[in-house]
């Protein structure tokens, strides 16, 4: 018998919170999916507004133009905070934008430089990705495929400037 790569998942760790669906006086697999949607709907305004706060501290180390160590620390954590929010959210793109950040900064501080065009690129983008519907599908794949060659060719790139 051939097993699909889902049912081999299911067989090595089987998901507990499936048995509690579609039993007999359990609850419906609609009305769960249909509950979680109504939680989300009630923090949304606040994980938007984190969302927008977390954009803004961003802005306020892009103007400082700070290039410490605990600058870069609180440039990945905020786009980590935005990244796990974003998607949720139905701001996929803004998700992956704030990821690429991330992954910025880990590149500049691995190497031990920084680059604050680059941090101000992705600033940008992320915040052009926070209000999706004023630019085009296509460009928003664009600024996120030019999000990953800037740190593509950083990560390529000679050290220049040492991080403080």
Known sequence: MV???EEEREEAAPNPLKSFLNVPGGISEKDAIQRATDSLEMIRHNALEEIDDALSRVAKHVDMGDDSRAAAH???MLGNSVSSLAGMFGLPQLGV???CLCELVDV???RGVWDREAV???YDAMRKLR???EISPEERERLIDGL???TLRLSRAPAVRAVS
Do not use: G, Q, W
Request: net charge positive; no cysteine; hydrophobic share 35%.
């Open 108 to 110: 500049l501080t691995s």
């Open 97 to 99: 934008a704030a990821y």
């Open 74 to 76: 609180d440039l990945h």
């Open 120 to 122: 101000m690129i992705h």
């Open 3 to 5: 097993t699909t790569p």
């Open 148 to 150: 990953r060659k800037v």
């Open 131 to 133: 209000e999706p519907r």
